[in-house]
């Protein structure tokens, strides 16, 4: 019997792990497909950046009234709703005939993603008893986050070779269909709470103002700066913030507990969570970019590059979850993100020397790093929230989760363009445009091979920049989180330590 029960909680997190594989996998299969769908759509510069934008935007402000409705209504039924409206959507998506209705199919995709994603991780708390069994669970689902951001860019390239662009979004509807099957087999039917209240008002507030923080961010970076959204931005997050703490601290069920953030575990675990996934976004975008633009890569070529991050997350990320039981959080996450900085620093000492077999290395010793403190990162937050609670955890978890990524595009994207904009040195006679950003010294040149040249030492010395800003990142997330775990360093001691408090 007992044998049973274990196949069936392994065969939920293979459900729940394809509900989050397409999560993650959407949000940067787009990267290697916009050129080509913007171009079929006839969609401006403008509406092509909403077409990626309003899948993350519109999921972050989701994600945390999501999670603890979940708490309410059962986290198995949400992720059956959102796994349907994911499916809905994806067929939406696939056949758009505008660029408008693609940004609209984009946004329902962000409303099944986050309805489902918090379920993801509270149904793997609420089916896993054993602490063991399930840090390793854990670290399961925490490595196939870090898999699917990094296979997006592969799977859109290898789709494109073959099928039109409406395939990246069709490819998830069999998922679905096969997620949904297995669903109504082995996940928990009684995992609600009809007693938790879930406050409308409260997920309205939250949902502005998180909406508002990550228009505020992308805009701020973005140049030229649109200072009325920016503005309207602003005060859309300070005001929704204000009043959702407001109106935490008077409800007896407050939709977010503040009081959990003094649990130095889960605390370190979401500052974790956050430094990692800004590496990884920031690492994916600037080398995909550097390495098609100035080494010539092909879309799958550079997304197979980046690859190698997921490809050394994958034995620490399990390593971790199976051994956190004897090493603590401690060691696992503030190593873990040290680990990650020197990986850094081996990759901006491999480009500055051009020793390609050195970066690759690079990536493999960054990903070892981030794929143990983030899997890491995962237990320490869901194992330190009461299984009544896995929800609100979950949705906290994802939010971080969730600006890290956002954060690092807008930040280092427009870093990138920055520094390249400061240090070109363009041959006499060159168009300004040449000076804006590299594809458009490229789309200039008109064949110009000094300015060319020009144009890439200026991006290489933008990206060296950009990577050493990612290892001091890490550095400081390393520094924060050893602070924070001091209690939690000593095994099974110190794990002892994380449950009572």
């Known amino acids: 019997m007992e044998n049973g029960t274990s196949k069936r909680r392994w065969a939920l997190l293979a459900t729940v792990g394809a509900g989050l594989l397409l999560i993650t996998l959407d949000n940067s299969i787009l990267y290697t ?28 402000g989701l994600l945390l009234g999501a999670g603890t409705l979940g708490d309410r209504v059962g986290h198995r039924r949400m992720f059956v709703v959102g796994l349907s409206v994911f499916g809905i959507a994806s067929l939406a998506a696939a056949f758009a005939p505008s660029p408008e209705l693609l940004i609209a199919a984009r946004a329902l995709l962000a409303v099944g993603a986050a309805s489902m994603m918090p379920a993801t991780l509270a149904l793997i708390r609420l089916s896993f008893d054993d602490e063991r069994e399930r840090n390793l669970a ?25 099928f039109w662009w409406g395939s990246v979004f069709l490819i998830n509807v069999p998922v679905v269909i096969a997620a949904l099957i297995a669903t109504a087999i082995v996940a928990p039917h009684d995992d609600a709470d009809p007693s938790k209240r879930w406050d409308l008002v409260s997920s309205l507030q939250a949902m502005v103002g998180l909406v508002g923080a990550v228009l505020f961010i992308k805009e701020l970076a973005h140049v030229p700066q649109n200072w009325v959204t920016i503005a309207v931005a602003a005060v859309a997050a300070a005001v929704g913030f204000s009043l959702f703490v407001r109106r935490q601290r008077k409800l007896d069920e407050p939709m977010l507990e503040f009081s959990i953030f003094r649990n130095k ?6 500052i974790a969570a956050a430094f990692a996934m800004f590496t990884i976004a920031g690492a994916q975008l600037v080398t995909t970019q550097r390495f098609q633009l ?26 971790g979850g199976a051994f956190l039981h004897l090493l603590g959080l401690r060691l696992l996450i503030s190593g873990g993100l040290g680990v990650g900085a020197l990986g850094v620093a081996t990759t901006v000492a491999a480009v500055a020397t051009g020793a390609f077999p050195l970066l690759v290395i690079g990536f493999v010793v960054t990903g070892l790093g981030l794929g143990g403190a983030f899997s890491v990162a995962s237990a320490a937050i869901m194992g330190n929230a009461h299984p009544r609670k896995a929800g609100m955890a979950a949705s906290v978890e ?13 930040l280092l994207g427009s870093l990138l363009t920055f520094v390249y904009s400061a240090t070109v040195k363009l041959p006499p006679g060159s168009p300004d445009a040449a000076r804006e ?3 458009d010294a490229l789309a200039h040149a008109g064949g110009d091979k000094e300015l060319i040249a020009a144009a890439n030492a200026a991006f290489d010395t933008s990206y060296l920049v950009t990577m050493v800003v990612l290892g001091v990142m890490l550095v400081l997330g390393a520094l924060v989180t050893n602070r924070l775990l001091r209690a939690y360093g000593r095994g099974t001691e110190a794990m002892e330590h994380a449950e009572n408090h």
């Open 33 to 60: 497909a916009l050129p080509t769908l913007t171009a079929e759509l006839g969609a401006s510069g403008s509406t092509a950046l909403w077409i990626i934008n309003a899948y993350p935007v519109m999921m972050a």
């Open 138 to 162: 854990i670290a399961i689902w925490g490595s196939l986050s870090v898999v699917g951001a990094a296979l997006g860019p592969i799977l859109g390239g290898t789709l494109l070779q073959h």
């Open 265 to 270: 575990a889960f605390s370190g675990g979401v």
């Open 294 to 319: 100035v080494e010539g890569f092909s879309p799958l070529e550079a997304g197979l590059l980046v690859a190698t991050i997921a490809l050394g997350s994958l034995p620490s990320a399990l390593i």
């Open 398 to 410: 994802e939010v971080s989760y969730e600006f890290g990524s956002l954060s690092a595009v807008a």
């Open 437 to 439: 950003s590299l594809s």
